[in-house]
């Protein structure tokens, strides 16, 4: 995979969380050269490809191990924050999804401002 333009962040910590569903509303949609950094929080990396189906296969996903003693998923966020190499990073939790094209979208607001961060709206 070439320099990703983004990193999009998912710490998860069980295979039964929707992970396979986050993933793909990063990646369906997406033009922009990104990168989804899973970070598997004290659970063997196995377990969550497995429920990330053929997104586990995709050049585009990369599963990262984090081990401590917490539950909080300060310890992931920040490993995935090092590992980061993007000039821009997103976090999405593993239980939640972006709209199809929101990583474009927020890229174009960017070019046209100019913007070191772009803020973006969250939706229940």
Same mark, same amino acid.
């Given at each position: 995979?070439?320099?990703?333009? /983004?990193?999009?962040?998912?710490?998860?910590?069980?295979?039964?969380?929707?992970?396979?569903?986050?993933?793909?509303?990063?990646?369906?949609?997406?033009?922009?050269?990104?990168?989804?950094?899973?970070?598997?929080?004290?659970?063997?990396?196995?377990?969550?490809?497995?429920?990330?189906?053929?997104?586990?296969?995709?050049?585009? /996903?990369?599963?990262?191990?984090?081990?401590?003693?917490?539950?909080?998923?300060?310890?992931? /966020?920040?490993?995935?924050?090092?590992?980061?190499?993007?000039?821009?990073?997103?976090?999405?939790?593993?239980?939640?999804?972006?709209?199809?094209?929101?990583?474009?979208?927020?890229?174009?607001?960017?070019?046209?401002?100019?913007?070191?961060?772009?803020?973006?709206?969250?939706?229940?």
């Amino acid at each position: 995979m070439t320099q990703p333009l /983004v990193d999009v962040i998912i710490p998860v910590h069980t295979p039964e969380r929707p992970i396979a569903r986050a993933v793909a509303s990063v990646l369906e949609g997406t033009t922009a050269d990104v990168r989804v950094l899973v970070v598997c929080h004290n659970i063997d990396v196995d377990a969550i490809g497995a429920a990330l189906g053929p997104w586990a296969h995709d050049e585009r /996903v990369e599963l990262m191990a984090h081990r401590d003693a917490f539950r909080s998923a300060a310890g992931p /966020v920040n490993a995935a924050l090092a590992a980061a190499s993007a000039q821009f990073t997103a976090l999405l939790d593993s239980d939640d999804e972006f709209e199809r094209g929101a990583v474009d979208a927020w890229l174009t607001v960017q070019r046209r401002d100019h913007a070191d961060i772009v803020i973006v709206r969250e939706r229940l």
